[in-house]
């Protein structure tokens, strides 16, 4: 396990716009890198890349000072809510794999994934970064088409 880094990962948990707005002003103006990801479930995940290298715990602390000074909820009931990241997970990330991460969140930072694990993120890899919101946008239009095509019925 990594005592220290300077690469992170947060469930923020449920989001609307705006506060996910600023989430991302935040991070432009305080991370080196970072990347938004609106995961399974509704929850948006931060990635990102401090200045510094800092402990879970501090991470924590700062995660939850930032959202407390906005009025805003933090999602964090469960303690793996964030979670040190190796930098090649987090360059795995900022490169448009988000199935990376959510991985990483399950393996020990340094362990070697899987080889079906590395297929799977390979092919992730080579998917357009907007690829979850449209087959969300596809998954809705084929919904309505069911529920009209059951109502004429």
């Known amino acids: 396990m990594v005592a220290a880094s300077e690469y992170f990962w947060a469930t923020l948990g449920q989001l609307d716009k705006a506060s996910v707005s600023r989430t991302a002003e935040w991070a432009r103006a305080n991370c080196v890198k970072h990347r938004i990801v609106h995961a399974a479930g509704g929850n948006v995940e931060l990635y990102a890349q401090r200045p510094e290298a800092k402990s879970s715990k501090s991470f924590k602390m ?4 930032v959202f407390q000074n906005w009025g805003l909820p933090l999602d964090a009931a469960s303690s793996d809510w964030l979670r040190l990241l190796s930098r090649s997970e987090f360059e795995q990330v900022a490169e448009g794999v988000p199935q990376v991460a959510a991985q990483a969140a399950h393996t ?4 070697a994934p899987s080889t079906a694990k590395r297929t799977l993120m390979q092919e992730a890899a080579r998917l357009p970064a907007d690829f979850d919101e449209r087959s969300l946008a596809v998954w809705r239009r084929l919904q309505k088409e069911r529920e009209m095509v059951a109502c004429s019925a």
């Open 62 to 65: 700062m995660m939850r000072a």
């Open 108 to 111: 020990p930072a340094g362990a």
